[in-house]
């Protein structure tokens, strides 16, 4: 039996690693792993296969940036003739991100069987290209594993069969357990202090110069109370730079490694972000999370975890970092199955779907 595995952008890969790993353990399990190359800077990409023990993808499509239409179409041509070649049984893909739904399409039109891992989820706001790329990947897909029981309910308001759907629970999760211990140590004597730690990426957060300077001016305004330090995307980084923007009194560093930025997420006063997958590790490790957007994929971080929406109100941002400043930070817990076994379960569900 031959998997093949779809990986491009820094989020796939932290999901990819514990399927990988748990396929390892199935003997008669053959394993391809293809990088798009969405993701290429060795910050964003090559420093995550090491800490995360993924081995090096035997395909790299080298794709690289470009307009949505383009960098799905290069993906799309670039990728099929290695479907062909390679005649897998099944091809796994991760989240929402272009190379998920590029891959998808192309092996639903060669009538190759596909998986998505992270299915279901739903922001219901079709401005954000990951909700388009979610809803294609769903509908295209033939297995589907889902982190959270929202994500069952909106695959069966969709019409997708429950057949094909599996509630596993977090593949994400099972990478922070399992890299928690080496994030420990590497935190160990270091970040004293209050700080908050911020990422931001989204084109809704940094593309537009007005909103951007907003929040870079209130993180600024509570620098004094709370350090700042600030891992920057290379979108981010370009849009700061073409704005002319003043940066300088914030901590801005590079992209870190995976291990780096858990150990500095576990010990964050707040966690304040754009990001999906970051909602998800704080609601895991109970740290506070402010999220910079009008609505999530991910509720039962709301619901269950440490997380709020901002949106774009920056006083709703001041009000929430003082009740947190202030020893009233909002409490969670762990949603079911966000256990670090969410990657046997998928390996276990595959080797019984296709033997
Ligand atoms: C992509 C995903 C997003 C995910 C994010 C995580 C889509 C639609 N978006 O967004 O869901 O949360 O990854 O990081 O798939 N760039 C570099 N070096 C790189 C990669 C990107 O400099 O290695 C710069 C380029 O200027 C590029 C821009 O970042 O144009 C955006 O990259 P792109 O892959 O299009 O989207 P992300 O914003 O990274």
Redesign the pocket.
Known sequence: MLILHVVG???NFMKAAPVVRALRLHKGVKQTLVHTG????AN??DVFFQQLKIPAPDVNLAVG?GS?AK?TAEIMSRFEPVVLQGKPDLVLVYG????TAAAALVCAKLLIKVGHVEAGLRSFDRTM??EI?RLVTDQLSDLLFTPSQDGNQNLAREGIAADKVHLVGNVMIDTLVELLPAAIRAGKDGFTGRYALVTL?R?SNVDDPRTLKRILESLLAVNDELAIIFPV???TR?RIAEFGLKVDQLRLLDPLPYIDFLAYQRLATVVITD??GIQEETTYLQVPCLTLRENTERPITITQGTNELIGHDMKKLRNELEKILSGKAKKGSVPPLWDGHAGERIADLLVRNLS
Request: net charge negative.
């Open positions: 952008a820094r989020p969405q993701h290429y800077d964003m990409s940036s949505h960098q929402d991100v272009n190379s290209p990951e790329n990426h084109p995307h290379p979108r370009q990001s999906g």
